[in-house]
């Protein structure tokens, strides 16, 4: 076996988790379907705020700890970053709250 085989990958470490270099936001593998039945606004609002979460764990990661530093260019430029559309305005509102939240 090579020895570059047996190597760990480089990373880069954060508050409380690596992430890999090569690829830090890595899709979620194992997606289920969402409930059938609810009303559309639900569906919505929950990928809103998956959508959010996504985003505020990324801002921490990169070292955005203050809602304040947060603005709507930065979320967004961030989310080009990761791979996700570009977020709304009230996405971004529930963004700095999370990280308000986290605190």
């Given at each position: 076996m090579p020895a570059a085989a047996t190597q760990p990958k480089p990373t880069q470490?954060?508050?409380?988790?690596?992430?890999?270099?090569?690829?830090?936001?890595?899709?979620?593998?194992?997606?289920?379907?969402?409930?059938?039945?609810?009303?559309?606004?639900?569906y919505i609002t929950h990928n809103r705020r998956l959508k959010a979460m996504r985003l505020a764990i990324a801002l921490l990661d990169s070292g955005v700890y203050v809602a304040n530093q947060a603005h709507n260019d930065t979320i967004r430029s961030t989310a080009?970053?990761?791979?996700?559309?570009?977020?709304?305005?009230?996405?971004?509102h529930m963004v700095r709250a999370l990280i308000r939240y986290s605190r």
């Amino acid at each position: 076996m090579p020895a570059a085989a047996t190597q760990p990958k480089p990373t880069q470490s954060t508050a409380r988790r690596p992430v890999p270099l090569d690829l830090p936001y890595a899709p979620v593998a194992n997606k289920r379907p969402l409930p059938p039945g609810r009303p559309r606004d639900w569906y919505i609002t929950h990928n809103r705020r998956l959508k959010a979460m996504r985003l505020a764990i990324a801002l921490l990661d990169s070292g955005v700890y203050v809602a304040n530093q947060a603005h709507n260019d930065t979320i967004r430029s961030t989310a080009e970053l990761i791979g996700v559309h570009p977020p709304s305005d009230t996405t971004c509102h529930m963004v700095r709250a999370l990280i308000r939240y986290s605190r």
